[in-house]
Nanobody
Framework: QVQLVESGGGLVQPGGSLRLSCAAS????????MGWYRQAPGKERELVAT???????DYADSVKGRFTISRDSAANTVYLQMNSLKFEDTAVYYC??????????????WGQGTQVTVSS
């Protein structure tokens, strides 16, 4: 019913930049918030950044000042601009959405993940 499709991952050198995109589609009544999480090998999934329907943003301390989350509400799309990438940013990045498919049906949805590798 709801799909989140990520794009934009890849291989980048330290100090480089990447921009991730995530488009939500399907039976969507409203979106409360969207965000990005990441999971590195052997580690738990962690929050990277979130943005609410009102535009409020939140970032993990490790990415503040380097990553920027933004959205296109009309297109149900969220972006993550990643600058000054570090080796430790290497992970699978997952898009997440807190949305309603009806007035009283609210749930969290996840994308399939996109690999970001920072390597020289």
């Amino acid at each position: 019913q709801v799909q989140l499709v990520e794009s934009g991952g890849g291989l980048v050198q330290p100090g480089g930049s990447l921009r991730l995109s995530c488009a939500a589609s399907g039976r969507i009544f409203s979106i409360n918030a969207m965000g990005w999480y990441r999971q590195a090998p052997g580690k738990e999934r962690e929050l990277v950044a979130t943005i609410t329907s009102g535009g409020a943003t939140d970032y993990a301390d490790s990415v503040k000042g380097r990553f920027t989350i933004s959205r296109d509400s009309a297109a149900n799309t969220v972006y993550l601009q990643m600058n000054s990438l570090k080796f430790e940013d290497t992970a699978v990045y997952y898009c997440a959405a807190d949305l309603r498919i009806a007035v009283l049906k609210r749930n969290n949805y996840w994308g399939q993940g996109t690999q970001v590798t920072v390597s020289s």
